[in-house]
């Protein structure tokens, strides 16, 4: 009986150990992981080979072909959750109004629910929007925060890059750049 | 600069005195002294104040914004109020690690002046273990962490002013939590002393069992304060939010509960030896694992504030260390303690505390699967989910009703073995109890049968719980404690089930209604404050009784770094908060008017104080016949 009793407790305590080290193991390539996010922008060029899902239609598509066709693109970085992004929806509704823009909007850790309300309160300046769940996607592009601002040429690369809410003069460079 | 040097030294000698202290413990162990030296408590004493200086220098640096120092720099501003600047001292990566070894160091202390009674061997060893904790945290303080570091050229600004975090209650927030959430320290290294020291027994319960309330005590009430921010400054009107940060708050003031109930039997029978030191391991464990999670950027929260993988590595590495240890201890004096002499009947107050033990261990593990499996996911699937409140809704609401009907009849059992009873008044109680739950359910008009059983089941509990008041045995603590959250749970549940809201855009001089209320915008006004632009709604609101209140919601534009914050409007009464923000649309004509009836708000916070102050009579209870 002890030594039964022994052998119980010694395979209870090498469970418990495997558990233990095995947590240690995943929580260290956690760890480790969140250096895969950094930017992936080589020589002002974005990287555009990965999937990304249709805000309204929930269609994956490979961002590749949302680039084409046009000879500026703007990629609007919001969430409904985001104070700022209120201050500069009226400017992007006037980029819109104004230029020859491809207007794609990346919807950042947010609610379908509540991007969508956000859409109708403060008007829809997007021709393509794009669900950020992760917030990995907004990395990729090499993006600080909510919201953030980038024109990119047909060659995809980054023309300009806004951090923050887009102001006036920021809107009067974009139409200068883009009018040309 | 002369000052955050000084603290940045006392950390230093801080770290010898630790060493010192471990060394000397482990020399006066092996000498088989008997004679507790009172240089260990002198040593206990300096290094106590070593830390205590260095935090005051810190506090000081922030005081006279000495941008000389990275952390001040980082995280304070001239134009922030004096009271900010001192909150801003520890709300910070740095130096809310050096608050840690405060409280890690004070209530070593604490525990050698209460502790003077006890066995010379106990003290000694539960010295040991602990200065080992002690060390590994100055190492992280000073290696990775330090918030001493200089800057040149010193600027003259500083960067921290994130409006959010300038709030009263989230000031005093911190130190409060990590009083329970640090305290838990010693319960863990007193339980392994007392493995080695043969120590676990009526006495060792008594003595331990001061230092498990008194965590527990502060880890509510820090819980709470984090709570009341939550519900008035981030304007969602919700007070948790299952967010990986609450969650690992919650998590060892689960075990704290568990193991609260376990000390008291252990006090009373000497059973459940094994388990209550299991729960004491498992509570600090779960309190570094927090620290983990939070201080090492591995989840994806607003909370999260360093993103330093050497720091997550450190601390995860000496939480293994940790673990590892204490399981070493167990295994190896597990049976020279452990034999269980006493028998346990089905019907008795033990196997009441044992069944509880069982669900808060339960809702334990629903929380921290919760909140680690999305990391495991991610790691070994590299799929992404997030887990939201009806993950935690599914898994802890139907065991809930059990968990309170054993929570009702158990404070009535008795130690050993109970006749139990099934009379006239049972009858009669839970006839009331049924009415009770029929009346509420009919009152606010949702016919569900599930919520109906929820409230049958914790209006059991309240009455249950007040009818112990009749007792002439009375225990006052768990009464008040058991009371307290019986309240808590019929609160929250009528809060989220009868919340009424409205959302409206509207401009000054219109009008909403709401639940018979007219809700009237009068005006706006626009004031520049010092680092802000105030926007503030006026609402009159008209009750049924057509009695007039007022609300003031506000919109902060700040300029740098610019950012707009909402500040709530809410007015409280007995029966219901009345909540309201405002947020600027396009059109400046326009606001977005968010309008909210929160039912029994108040009553979540009154009983959380009153769980507490359960906590409180049990501290200053003497030696009374214990009963929980």
């Not at chain 1, 693109?73 to 209120?86: Q, T």
Request: net charge positive; proline share 3%; glycine share 6%.
């Amino acid at each position: 009986m002890q030594f039964l009793e022994k052998i119980k407790r010694s395979i209870f305590s090498l469970i418990i150990l495997i558990l233990l080290i095995l947590s240690f193991f995943v929580f260290k390539s956690a760890l480790q992981k969140e250096k895969i996010y950094s930017p992936k922008i080589i020589d002002n060029q974005i990287f555009t080979d990965f999937e990304v899902i249709d805000l309204i239609e929930e269609k994956k598509i490979n961002f590749d072909e949302v680039l084409f066709g046009k000879n500026f693109y703007l990629i609007n970085i919001w969430s409904s959750w985001c104070e700022p992004c209120k201050l500069e929806s009226d400017k992007l509704l006037e980029l819109k109004n104004d230029t020859p823009i491809m207007m794609i909007g990346i919807n950042y850790k947010d609610k379908k629910k509540n991007a969508l309300n956000f859409l109708k309160l403060y008007g829809d300046p997007f021709d393509k929007i794009f669900i950020d769940k992760q917030g990995t996607i907004s990395i990729n592009f090499g993006a600080y925060g909510v919201p953030e601002t980038f024109l990119i040429s047909d060659e995809n690369k980054v023309l300009k890059k806004y951090i923050g809410p887009l102001n006036d003069d920021d809107v009067f460079e974009i139409k200068k750049i883009t009018n040309n | 600069m002369i000052i955050s040097q000084l603290g940045y030294y006392s950390l230093i000698f801080g770290l010898l005195t630790s060493v010192l202290i471990f060394f000397n413990s482990s020399i006066q162990l092996k000498k088989g002294n008997s004679v507790f030296l009172d240089k260990t408590t002198g040593l206990i004493g300096f290094q106590f104040f070593f830390v205590f200086i260095s935090f005051l220098s810190l506090i000081y640096s922030f005081i006279i914004s000495d941008f000389s120092n990275e952390t001040v720099y980082n995280n304070s501003h001239t134009t922030k109020p004096l009271f900010y600047k001192i909150t801003g001292t520890w709300g910070n990566h740095e130096g809310s690690l050096l608050l840690w070894l405060l409280v890690l160091t004070g209530v070593l202390l604490g525990f050698i002046f209460k502790s003077k009674n006890e066995p010379y061997k106990y003290r000694q060893l539960t010295i040991l273990f602990h200065q080992i904790i002690v060390i590994g945290f100055f190492v992280f303080v000073l290696k990775t962490s330090n918030p001493f570091n200089e800057i040149f050229p010193v600027a003259t600004e500083g960067l921290g002013l994130n409006p959010i975090l300038q709030d009263p209650a989230l000031g005093i927030h911190p130190p409060i939590l990590y009083l329970g959430y640090v305290g838990t320290s010693i319960i863990f290294s007193a339980a392994l002393a007392s493995m080695i020291s043969s120590y676990v027994n009526k006495s060792w319960a008594k003595e331990i069992k001061f230092w498990i309330l008194f965590s527990w005590i502060f880890l509510t009430g820090g819980i709470l304060l984090g709570s009341i921010w939550a519900y008035y400054e981030l304007g969602w009107g919700g007070f948790w939010f299952w967010d990986p940060v609450e969650n690992v708050s919650l998590m060892p003031w689960l075990s704290l509960t568990a193991l609260l109930h376990c000390i008291v039997t252990l006090e009373k029978r000497e059973i459940f030896k094994n388990w209550t030191v299991v729960l004491c391991i498992i509570t600090f464990a779960l309190s570094i694992a927090g620290t983990f999670l939070v201080r090492s950027g591995i989840l994806n929260s607003v909370h999260t504030f360093a993103n330093d993988p050497s720091r997550g590595i450190y601390i995860l590495t000496f939480l293994l260390v940790l673990v590892l240890l204490s399981l070493v201890v167990f295994v190896i004096y597990e049976n020279k303690n452990f034999v269980q002499k006493s028998e346990i009947f089905a019907l008795s107050k033990e196997t009441s505390i044992l069944i509880n033990n069982w669900f808060i261990l339960y809702f334990l593990s629903v929380v921290l699967i919760g909140t680690i499996f999305p990391i495991f996911l991610d790691v070994i699937l590299d799929e992404q989910i997030s887990v939201g409140p009806p993950f935690y809704n599914k898994l802890i609401l139907p065991f809930l009703v059990p968990f309170v009907l054993f929570m009702s009849i158990g404070p009535s059992m008795k130690w050993i073995k109970t006749n139990f009873k099934i009379g006239v008044k049972s009858f009669f109680f839970v006839m009331f109890t049924l009415i009770l739950s029929f009346i509420t359910i009919y009152y606010i008009g949702k016919k569900n049968i599930f919520l109906l059983i929820l409230f049958i089941g914790f209006f059991y509990l309240l009455l249950k719980s007040l009818d112990q008041l009749r007792h002439k045995n009375k225990n006052l603590a768990q009464v008040l404690s058991h009371t307290g959250f019986s309240l808590l749970l019929i609160s929250i549940l009528l809060n989220s089930i009868s919340t009424n809201e409205i959302i409206k855009n509207i401009q000054v001089g219109e009008s909403f209604i709401l639940k018979n209320e007219k809700i009237i915008f009068q005006k706006i006004v626009i004031e520049k404050e010092k680092n802000y632009e105030s926007i503030t709604g006026f609402f009159e609101i008209f009750d049924e009784t057509n009695k007039a209140i007022n609300l003031y919601p506000e919109i902060r534009i700040y300029n740098e770094p610019e950012m707009a914050t909402s500040e709530a409007s809410i007015k409280t009464t007995l029966l219901k908060d009345r909540f309201i923000t405002i947020n600027i649309i396009k059109d400046q004509n326009f606001f977005n008017v968010r309008y909210q009836h929160k039912p029994f708000m108040i009553w979540i916070w009154i009983s959380t104080l009153i769980i507490m102050l359960g906590g409180l009579f049990a501290i200053f209870r003497k030696n009374k016949k214990i009963n929980i």
